[in-house]
């Protein structure tokens, strides 16, 4: 049974920074790609940023570029989200996402991955 838990939601006001962490169990973890997104009240889900199962190649969207890390330890079966310089555009359900296929990189089409974490809010105050 795959199961993904994220941790590491809090509340911080705006230039802080938080790390997000995303277990990933029951699953070939260093076989697929994984990927960060976030919902926030009202909005669709959206694609934060994602990494290919070796943990080179990255990408992000265009409104955290520069601000957010994303990273992987396959050893931990870990999945990481640094996030720096925080505003309350940021402040959403923040997601961890696992494909389902072995050595396809999906985009950031919430329906190409197969597996996913209950969330982490992550709340930013002005």
């Known amino acids: 049974q795959v199961q993904l838990v994220e941790s590491g939601g809090a509340s911080v006001q705006a230039g802080g920074s938080l790390t997000l962490s995303c277990g990933v169990y029951?699953?070939?973890?260093?076989?697929?790609?994984v990927a960060w997104f976030r919902q926030a009240p009202g909005k669709e889900r959206e694609g934060v940023s994602r990494?290919?199962?070796?943990?080179?190649?990255?990408r992000y969207a265009d409104f955290v570029k520069g601000r957010f890390t994303i990273s992987r330890d396959n050893a931990k079966n870990t999945l990481y989200l640094q996030m720096n310089n925080l505003t309350p555009e940021d402040t959403a359900m923040y997601y961890c996402?696992?494909?389902?296929?072995?050595?396809?990189?999906?985009?950031?089409?919430?329906?190409?991955?197969?597996?996913w974490g209950q969330g982490t809010q992550v709340t930013v105050a002005s």
């Open positions: 990494i290919n199962n070796g943990g080179i190649f990255t």
């Open positions: 029951g699953y070939s973890y260093s076989r697929y790609c």
């Open positions: 996402a696992a494909s389902g296929s072995p050595g396809v990189t999906p985009t950031f089409q919430p329906t190409e991955y197969k597996y």
